[in-house]
């Protein structure tokens, strides 16, 4: 249960700093609350993948692969409901998706019998 709640957890918090990548995007600006809350979600359920594969298969490359490809496929489905913005939403959605594997594969670390 602790590897699901960190990818949970992670992936709330990394999902907020995803959202907020949209500031960059001048157009998008005025819709920064509702994107940041999207991400949030998008985060969790990347985080919720994560640490669901942590806990079933111990690789920490095959962590990596599937929090990206996780993320990948959310972020691209957000892409294709708003029809543009591809690489703006993909990239970090990848990036938290990666980071997100990582971390479910690394923490916490097993206690010292």
Do not use: N
Request: proline share 4%.
């Amino acid at each position: 249960m602790k590897k699901l709640m960190v990818g949970i957890a992670l992936g709330g918090v990394l999902g907020i700093f995803d959202g907020l990548t949209a500031w960059f995007t001048p157009e998008v600006r005025s819709q920064v609350a509702g994107i940041v809350v999207g991400s949030c979600f998008k985060g969790v359920l990347t985080g919720l993948a994560a640490g669901a594969f942590a806990r079933k298969v111990h690789s920490v490359p095959m962590g990596i692969v599937v929090g990206l490809i996780v993320g990948m496929l959310l972020s691209f489905a957000v892409a294709r409901m708003q029809g543009k913005y591809y690489f703006e939403i993909m990239l970090p959605g990848s990036i938290v998706g990666a980071i997100v594997g990582f971390a479910t594969q690394r923490l916490p670390k097993p206690e010292a019998a």
